[in-house]
């Protein structure tokens, strides 16, 4: 017994799936959402400003890839996520305690600042939940285009 199928619909169907590179981005911006929300839900909260910025932009997007950079641009964001002075996590802070002026005109001696990790932990934590968004946007995607 032969069975023979006529797959002449599903190759049209599957030409239909060509995503643009626009469409990739917005697959990709699904996921760069929810790491966007972990990063906010897990930053240091002093002022504000670190939270403000954390953002993702499209640094590359072609047929081959897609590279973002997400996290925040805030100065100190690099010093919270791994610390400054003798709390520094490669070692390699100042040893010797500082002076600075605060905002009010006081000064403030310190050591450092203990590492605050917002952006590794995301990462880490979220990557379940990263590509379950790009997943479920791609395959919202590819039922659009298979109607």
Avoid: C
Wanted: hydrophobic fraction near 30%; charge should be neutral.
């Amino acid at each position: 017994m032969t069975i023979i199928f006529d797959t002449k619909e599903i190759e049209k169907k599957l030409s239909l799936l060509n995503f643009s590179i626009s469409e990739f981005s917005q697959i990709e911006q699904a996921g760069a959402e929810v790491l966007k929300t972990g990063m906010r839900q897990r930053a240091p909260r002093d002022t504000g400003e670190l939270i403000e910025k954390i953002q993702s932009h499209i640094v590359e997007a072609s047929n081959e890839k897609i590279e973002d950079d997400i996290g925040s641009d805030a100065p100190h964001a690099v010093y919270q996520e791994y610390g400054t002075g003798i709390y520094a996590e490669n070692g390699q802070g100042r040893k010797t305690p500082w002076v600075y002026k605060r905002k009010d005109g006081g000064f403030i001696t310190t050591s450092g600042n203990r590492p605050h990790p917002f952006i590794r932990p995301t990462v880490r934590e979220d990557y379940r939940k990263t590509i379950d968004a790009m997943q479920k946007e791609f395959s919202g995607r590819v039922n659009n285009k298979w109607k």
